[in-house]
């Protein structure tokens, strides 16, 4: 099939997690034989933000060499509606992510009485559920369906967006480029992930920072967009803040901890439980431990207290990394029972074959 995806950026995973699992979707796809065209504006707000970081020309190259299949073209933004015309004129399924511009909805539908094409919209954000407002800006009545990565936000689109279909994609992890390969034990916690707008500060507090302190035990953090007060109090508590971190270099980084520590931010342990981060998903490929502050997983994706444990509280977070750094058999069961449930079902290779059969419905 000729499948055309537009995403904020497929360059740049600076502040833009959404990346990390369309990346590895459209890799799959694309292995499968299937015509994968990857669109983005030229100035996205995420690629124009990684281009500041020392960091930038290392992981530019490295998406350019990780990913040589796929075909990522860039357009200029007011010249939208005739770059669409062009490239879509011969497209069997077009998707839309959520993290775009209402314009390039309102493009992509316009151009629906003059192509065939079947149009989907992409959800793997938590805007459905936190700020409505801002999907009300987009027709969703006007997609051929929606793929949310959780149920509560499939729920969402068919409940209070009229969509007239909606199927649950979850996320998975890119084992093309995550696995265990780096597998090395340095001896450190780490933390992936950015500092939240107050969406997760509190947490980060009770579950990050005070159990890291109070153990005293070598820590990491990587991320983007820590305010300086932020800095100073990982500073203070003795963790090493790492700065930005390319995605293609967190299989080595996880590989290489002890354990890595999953603090989702607050809507995903309340009104969108059962929606692990995409992180979740790629520390188990990398073989690493993993202990996750309160989330429940009410799509049963993986099992607790098996493939991960769960804490529910800053002390008990406290006495579980302990224990794991005290007991290296149960952190090589806890790594082996996690690698083992995303092999088995949670892969991006997994996805793309379901992505595959939702495409098959909508020819029904």
């Known amino acids: 099939m000729r499948l055309r995806f537009f995403a904020h950026s497929w360059r740049s995973d600076w502040n833009h997690g959404n990346a990390h699992f369309l990346r590895g979707l459209t890799y799959e796809l694309a292995r499968l034989g299937h015509e994968v065209r990857c669109y983005e504006a030229e100035d996205a707000w995420s690629f124009v933000n990684l281009l500041q970081e020392p960091m930038a ?16 073209r860039t357009f200029a933004s007011p010249k939208l509606k005739e ?27 316009s151009l629906r009485g003059r192509f065939v094409y079947r149009v989907l919209f992409h959800d793997t954000h938590h805007r459905a559920y936190t700020s409505p407002k801002e999907i009300a800006r987009i027709p969703i009545s006007g997609f051929d369906g929606v793929l949310a990565f959780g149920e509560a936000v499939r729920r969402i689109y068919t409940e209070a967006f009229q ?20 597998s090395s034990d340095s001896a450190v916690v780490n933390w992936i992930g950015n500092w939240g707008d107050e969406e997760r500060t509190r947490e980060l507090h009770e579950f990050l920072v005070s159990p890291l302190e109070a153990l005293g ?22 963790i090493r803040y790492g700065g930005y971190l390319p995605n293609l270099a967190a299989p080595k980084v996880y590989s290489q901890a002890t354990l890595t520590l999953h ?7 309340n009104g969108l439980s059962g929606i692990p981060t995409i992180r979740m998903f790629e520390a188990m490929a990398c073989g690493t431990p993993l202990v996750c502050s309160p989330w429940s997983d009410t799509e049963r994706l993986f099992t607790a207290g098996q493939d991960y444990l769960c804490v529910s509280d800053g002390r008990e977070m406290q006495s579980e990394i302990s224990h794991l750094l005290h007991d ?23 996805r793309a074959e379901e992505f595959l059969q939702i495409c098959e419905e909508l020819g029904r």
Do not use: M
């Open 217 to 238: 035990t070598p820590a990491v953090v990587y991320g983007v967009r820590y305010p300086a007060e932020a800095k100073a109090v990982l500073e203070s508590a003795g």
């Open 328 to 350: 290296e058999a149960a952190r090589r069961q806890l790594a082996r029972n996690g690698l083992e449930t995303i092999r088995q079902r949670h892969t991006c290779a997994h």
């Open 263 to 269: 603090i989702p931010r607050r809507y995903y342990a």
């Open 57 to 72: 020309a290392e992981s530019l190259e490295e998406f350019h060499s990780n990913f040589p299949n796929l075909d990522v």
């Open 163 to 182: 969509a007239r279909r909606a199927w649950t994609l979850h996320e998975a992890a890119d084992t093309a480029h995550f696995d265990t390969t780096a």
């Open 83 to 109: 770059f669409a015309e062009d490239e879509l004129k011969d497209a069997d399924i077009v998707v839309v992510h959520e993290w775009n511009s209402p314009d390039v909805s309102d493009v992509i539908l």
